[in-house]
């Protein structure tokens, strides 16, 4: 922990928003739902966790990471199911970051 914030403040709320961002996606995914509203809505929040957790202590651990949120949009959910790798691609990347802190 050698940045300005503590881990608790920035890296676990920022894998916690994460996997509440999935698991929203999924639930929408096999429950046949429409929460798009609200899984990008958390999608944004968690984008600005994540920039968050980098300003507070930026380490080579947040360059994967950042990869994920940036390609996620680009995955398009419903033709394919490369939306759902890149999302759990993502979660493994979160909690490599929260491992590095």
Same mark, same amino acid.
């Given at each position: 922990?050698? #940045? ?11 894998? &916690?928003? !994460? ?5 929203? #996606? @999924? #639930?929408? +995914? !096999? +429950?046949?739902?429409?929460? $798009? ?9 968690? %984008?600005?966790?994540?920039? @968050? ?14 990869? @994920? &949120? ?7 959910? +419903?033709?394919?199911? +490369?939306?759902?790798? @890149? $999302?759990?691609?993502?979660?493994? %990347?979160m909690i490599l970051l929260l491992a590095t802190a």
């Amino acid at each position: 922990m050698s #940045g300005m914030l503590p881990i608790a403040f920035t890296d676990l709320p920022l894998l &916690l928003l !994460y996997l509440a961002t999935l698991l929203l #996606g @999924v #639930g929408a +995914r !096999y +429950r046949g739902k429409s929460f $798009g509203m609200w899984h990008h809505t958390m999608f944004f929040i968690t %984008c600005a966790a994540f920039i @968050v957790s980098a300003l507070g202590d930026l380490r080579l651990a947040h360059a994967p990471a950042a990869a @994920v &949120l940036v390609a996620m949009p680009l995955t398009r959910p +419903r033709q394919s199911r +490369r939306h759902d790798a @890149v $999302g759990v691609l993502g979660l493994l %990347c979160m909690i490599l970051l929260l491992a590095t802190a």
